[in-house]
């Protein structure tokens, strides 16, 4: 019965045969001597020691007689003919219509000796050299959600890296998660060639219950949802992300709150909980998991970061926008420079501070109170048109901004050359702050003006 030149040679190392193995290949034939599972001679064979006898025979003896007779070391010389034997062979490995008979009662020529390398070294000095790992893992790319299965074929002499991978197979039966983590470059790839061209393992394709399938895609999915999950949380706000929403009141929430609030959403995905979940839903879980961890942890060791979110929470729960506590702090520093720019009558600097303060705090109508003025001292907005805006924006402000608003719209009325309105705007203003020195003081010079 024939066989692939492959297994035919290792099954003969493995048995310790005798005889002649013949390798056919169209009308070639290559003859291999074995003697108690040891190559003896080899012939015909194209490019044996070629590197040593550049006119060589294909004649294992003849040839390795004229590489030594040449001057090449004897170690050399075996290794070189090893190699060569080995990649022949390799070559065969997946061609068609290439295979080997044995003939128990065939003789090697007289004055034949065994070649000091063994057959599994020749067949790994072979792989190694006409399928280096990087050629061999690009094939099985293609092959990774296959599954390795081993035949039961012992992998007697063929190294390490062929007994991990036996192990593992029957382990881990999918080519993926045999060659987890293997370098491109690694010789277990070239070891998995091997076994496949010895029929130690076979590459098959999964063939899954359609059942199993759908909840595999199910949970893949769910893996998927939980990844995503992960990504969001580390983008929202922490309290946010832990679920607490808007209310006009937060007093309750304190360390303790925090703490079991943490512990309502993160126990589903904690990893005593998700134990006996598949690997990459275990993964997914645990980055949810370990998010939701470090969400309390910078929440429990900044109570200022607490303080801010909470009155995140309630300016929202009551429609108001929330702005944080560094753009405010960055927002009121700008309104200090913009009061002493327009102290002095620099009104272009005034204004651009302004801006800043009104982009960095657009919750502070006094901000966009003095910057309507301004614009309007400076020609870019008329004085009728900066009124309308300040009594729009400080309708519904606090007192602070109304009694500002009330003051720029009676300056700005002056400006109009409309002192009898600035007069009832300054004295409307009296009503709601009776000490305001400028409006006493306006109020004095406008009616001494229209007394005139």
């Not at 010789?187 to 909840?215: C, G, N, Q, T, Y």
Request: proline share 7%.
């Amino acid at each position: 019965m024939s066989q692939s030149p492959v297994v035919a040679l290792y099954l003969a190392h493995l048995e310790q045969r005798s005889g002649l193995l013949e390798i056919l290949s169209g009308a070639h034939s290559t003859r291999i001597h074995l003697l108690r599972g040891r190559v003896v001679q080899v012939e015909d064979m194209p490019g044996l020691l070629e590197e040593l006898v550049p006119h060589g025979i294909g004649s294992l003896r003849d040839d390795l007689a004229k590489a030594i007779q040449g001057g090449a070391p004897m170690p050399q010389a075996f290794e070189t003919a090893a190699r060569d034997i080995g990649r022949a062979l390799a070559l065969t490995h997946g061609q068609e219509g290439v295979e080997a008979n044995f003939n128990p009662d065939g003789e090697p020529p007289p004055g034949c000796f065994p070649l000091e390398q063994g057959i599994p070294e020749i067949l790994r000095l072979g792989f190694t050299a006409e399928r280096p790992p990087v050629a061999v893992y690009r094939e099985y790319r293609a092959l990774l959600d296959h599954r390795a299965r081993p035949t039961g074929r012992e992998a007697k002499g063929l190294g390490t890296h062929a007994l991990r991978l036996l192990r593992g197979a029957r382990q881990s039966p999918l080519v993926s998660e045999l060659m987890a983590g293997v370098p491109q470059d690694d010789p277990s790839w070239v070891a998995l060639d091997l076994l496949v061209a010895i029929d130690a393992l076979v590459i098959e394709e999964v063939k899954e219950d359609p059942l199993k399938a759908e909840r595999l895609r199910r949970l893949k999915a769910k893996a998927q949802r939980l990844e995503e999950l992960a990504i969001e949380l580390s983008k929202q706000p922490p309290l946010t992300a832990l679920g607490i929403q808007p209310a006009e009141s937060m007093d309750w929430l304190n360390e303790e709150g925090i703490a079991q609030q943490y512990r309502k959403v993160a126990t589903p995905y904690h990893p005593d909980q998700i134990a006996k979940m598949p690997a990459p839903y275990r993964a997914a879980a645990s980055a949810v998991f370990s998010a939701y961890s470090e969400i309390k942890e910078r929440l429990l060791k900044d109570p200022q970061l607490l303080k801010d979110e909470k009155e995140r929470l309630v300016c929202e729960a009551k429609g108001r926008l929330y702005v944080p506590r560094g753009a405010r702090d960055e927002a009121r520093a700008c309104f200090k420079r913009a009061q002493g720019h327009e102290h002095y009558r620099q009104w272009e600097q005034a204004q651009q501070e302004l801006e800043v303060a009104v982009e960095r705090d657009p919750s502070e109508p006094l901000y966009a109170v003095v910057l309507a003025f301004v614009k309007a001292v400076r020609k870019q907005r008329s004085p009728t048109d900066a009124i309308g805006d300040i009594r729009e924006v400080s309708a519904k402000a606090g007192i602070i901004p109304r009694v500002e608003g009330l003051y720029r719209i009676g300056r700005l009325f002056k400006m109009a050359e409309s002192p009898k309105d600035a007069l009832s705007t300054f004295q409307d203003l009296l009503q709601i702050a009776p000490n305001h020195v400028g409006a006493k003081r306006e109020v004095r010079l406008l009616k001494k003006r229209l007394g005139a």
